[in-house]
């Protein structure tokens, strides 16, 4: 088992930065894929991020450039870094967590393929 915890989450201006946490605990954290997720109501989750064993990552095309996705294996812990943030980033984020039994470059980006997930934090862009 992990157990996932996002934090970082909060209300922001447009153009603003925040930085969102996952810290992870439980079972082998360092091969696993670690991804960010993205859900508005009534839509269903949005691949946002990931991160391979490796340090490899992959970015929706809507982010690419002002978010930075990344892992520090001694604290267990991904980030995701979100730069000119807009209104349409608001959502509530989530953290997954995918079980990889040895490295691989291949990035997954659909929501079923994750094995855990965090609780979500929210993040609001005001105009």
């Known amino acids: 088992q992990v157990q996932l915890a996002e934090s970082g989450g909060g209300l922001v201006q447009a153009g603003g930065s925040l930085r969102l946490s996952c810290a992870a605990s439980?079972?082998?954290?360092?091969?696993?894929?670690m991804a960010w997720f993205r859900q508005t109501a009534g839509k269903e989750r949005e691949f946002v991020a990931v991160?391979?064993?490796?340090?490899?990552?992959t970015y929706v095309d809507s982010v690419k450039g002002r978010f930075t996705i990344s892992r520090d294996n001694a604290k267990n812990t991904v980030y995701l870094q979100m730069h000119s943030l807009n209104p349409e980033d608001t959502a509530v984020y989530y953290c997954?967590?995918?079980?990889?039994?040895?490295?691989?470059?291949?990035?997954?980006?659909?929501?079923?393929?994750?094995?855990?997930w965090g609780q979500g934090t929210q993040v609001t862009v005001s105009s």
């Open positions: 997954a967590s995918k079980k990889m039994p040895s490295y691989s470059p291949i990035y997954y980006t659909a929501a079923a393929a994750y094995d855990y």
């Open positions: 439980g079972r082998t954290f360092m091969d696993n894929h």
């Open positions: 991160i391979n064993s490796s340090g490899g990552s």
